[in-house]
């Protein structure tokens, strides 16, 4: 008789998994839904679904981008013999983590003036880029990205927007900005 009992509670309670509301209106969990949610959660209420949690390391506050003093501007040739000058008007940054390493992305952006030397074509000025740490000042990485373009024919000046390659550092924490500076300054020739 015992068998028979639990043979036909679990038929019931299996039946009850598909079953759909009664159209009530109600938003009181059935009985069915009650006894399933007590089997599999010891509680007539299931829990509520948790939000998915990000780890610390996902997330940077992306260090700052400093124009080294005197760096914003350079020239090719000087006085009368002036070819061109370049000039730094914008800059942005991107970082992300993976791997417990910030990959730092910059971007620069400027115009290039002919001067009296100067004239159409094509130009180029090397940028360097490098990310600082500020506990002791010291450059952990750097590159130099070469700025090219074209002033056109008949212009006497052009704007540049150049992209860096990532550089990459150790993530410390999520404030990375004040961990890290980017430096940038046009190189001198």
Not at 64 to 92: K, M, N, P, W
Not at 130 to 147: C, F, P, Q, T, Y
Request: glycine content about 10%; hydrophobic content about 40%; proline content about 5%.
């Amino acid at each position: 008789m015992r068998k028979i009992f639990l043979t036909c509670a679990s038929a019931l309670l299996l039946a009850g998994c598909g079953a759909t509301s009664s159209g009530t209106g109600s938003s009181e969990p059935s009985a069915m839904t009650k006894l399933t949610n007590l089997i599999a959660f010891n509680s007539t209420t299931a829990p509520q679904p948790t939000e998915s949690v990000t780890s610390n390391i996902d997330r940077v506050e992306c260090p700052i981008v400093d124009v080294e003093e005197g760096g914003g501007v350079a020239q090719i040739g000087s006085g009368a013999g002036l070819r061109h000058q370049f000039a730094i008007s914008e800059t942005a940054r991107e970082c992300s983590v993976a791997n417990k390493q910030i990959s730092i992305r910059v971007g620069v952006a400027g115009r290039v003036i002919a001067g009296p030397a100067g004239g159409s074509g094509a130009v180029t000025m090397p940028l360097r880029v490098g990310i600082r740490r500020e506990a002791d000042k010291k450059i952990l990485v750097s590159k130099v990205v070469n700025i090219s373009v074209t002033i056109p024919a008949g212009a006497a000046n052009t704007t540049f927007a150049v992209v860096s390659d990532p550089l990459v550092v150790p993530w410390l924490r999520e404030e990375a900005d004040e961990d890290y500076m980017i430096v940038i300054s046009l190189a001198k020739r």
